[in-house]
């Protein structure tokens, strides 16, 4: 990522920021934020994958990174943030993600999680007065059967499995949207990776 390159790493260092990026799959740190641009996701600290989405890319397979990679990533990422909140949150309307959200929340602050063309629907821990109050909801599934149409006016949420089968889930600040589309092309992971700026330093380096 830009911000890497402007810390001073060494280049061993950009290596190890490098392997965990591409495990995670992300491109830059939207892809690793909350639904509301705010906090950067717990699970990412530690080389957890999001729960919450997915790349449309096709990524390189990769093992998990060794945990002294994870250290120095946890480290870059902690000069971002306080606590998990970023220090200079991002405007999500303004961001064109490769990633692919499964969790979506209307305007009532219902949460719906999209399955193979279903929505499951999950309620609110407490009441839905509540949960519009916070931005941040803890939600359990409800007992009805999975849809196949999807509700309208949806915005995408962030969302972490907690214990007992409790969903903790973020709602995201932008506009409503429509329910996703059908997938649509996007380019390779190489072409993406090659016009990368922290694979230009690293190939330079090599070649140097």
């Known amino acids: 990522m830009d911000y890497s390159l402007s810390r001073g790493h060494t280049p ?5 920021l490098n392997r965990c990026r591409v495990y995670l799959q ?13 906090c950067i996701m717990p699970s990412v600290f530690t080389g957890q994958r999001l729960v919450d989405r997915c790349s449309t890319l096709a990524w390189p397979i990769r093992i998990r990174s060794p945990k002294s990679d994870w250290l120095i990533w946890a480290s870059s990422l902690n000069t971002l943030c306080i606590g998990h909140s970023l220090i200079s949150p991002i405007d999500m309307s ?14 009532y602050s219902n949460l719906y999680r999209t399955v193979n063309g279903t929505w499951v629907h999950y309620h609110p821990v407490g009441s839905h007065e509540q949960a519009l109050c916070y931005a941040r909801t803890r939600y359990h599934q409800s007992d009805s059967a999975p849809c196949h149409s999807p509700p309208t006016f949806l915005s995408v949420a962030s969302a972490e499995h907690s214990y007992g089968g409790i969903i903790q889930a973020t709602k995201c600040c932008n506009p409503t949207c429509s329910a996703p589309a059908s997938p649509i092309s996007r380019p390779s992971f190489k072409e993406v990776a090659l016009s990368h700026p922290l694979y230009s330093f690293l190939l330079a380096h090599v070649r140097g």
Do not use: C, K
């Open 26 to 38: 992300a491109l830059s740190l939207s892809d690793l934020v909350s639904a509301d641009g705010n």
């Open 94 to 107: 303004q961001i064109e993600s490769h990633q692919s959200w499964f969790w979506y929340m209307d305007q």
């Open 12 to 16: 061993n260092q950009l290596q190890s």
